[in-house]
């Protein structure tokens, strides 16, 4: 059992950055996939980013690549989202979630935070 808890979001102006944490319990952080999704009002949730659990591995959707940016510190069991360049479109409320398949692209998690939320203003 996992338990992941986010951080990080709130208002911004468009062209500004914002960096979300996700702090998870447990000892089995370090061995699993991780991945950040936002959920806009009104539209399903988007897959974004994932990062294999060394954090060597990185996967971006064409909506994000270039702009965000995922890393992990297992230390502190914790995953973070760098967002740069934020856009109006960004608003959503962001999750993170974790899952032991290990194949990035994989939209499927089992464990999930309860989601933060960014604010873009323009």
């Known amino acids: 059992q996992v338990q992941l808890v986010e951080s990080g979001g709130g208002l911004v102006q468009a062209g500004g950055s914002l960096r979300l944490s996700c702090a998870a319990s447990?000892?089995?952080?370090?061995?699993?996939?991780m991945g950040w999704f936002r959920q806009a009002p009104g539209k399903e949730r988007e897959f974004l980013t994932a990062?294999?659990?060394?954090?060597?591995?990185?996967y971006y959707t064409d909506s994000v690549k270039g702009r965000f940016t995922i890393s992990r510190d297992n230390a502190k069991n914790t995953v973070y989202l760098q967002m740069n360049s934020l856009k109006p479109e960004d608003t959503a409320i962001y999750f993170c979630?974790?899952?032991?398949?290990?194949?990035?692209?994989?939209?499927?998690?089992?464990?999930w935070g309860q989601g933060t939320q960014v604010t873009v203003s323009s």
């Open positions: 979630a974790a899952d032991p398949n290990l194949l990035l692209t994989m939209p499927d998690y089992r464990y």
């Open positions: 447990g000892r089995l952080f370090s061995t699993y996939r």
């Open positions: 990062i294999t659990p060394g954090g060597r591995s990185t």
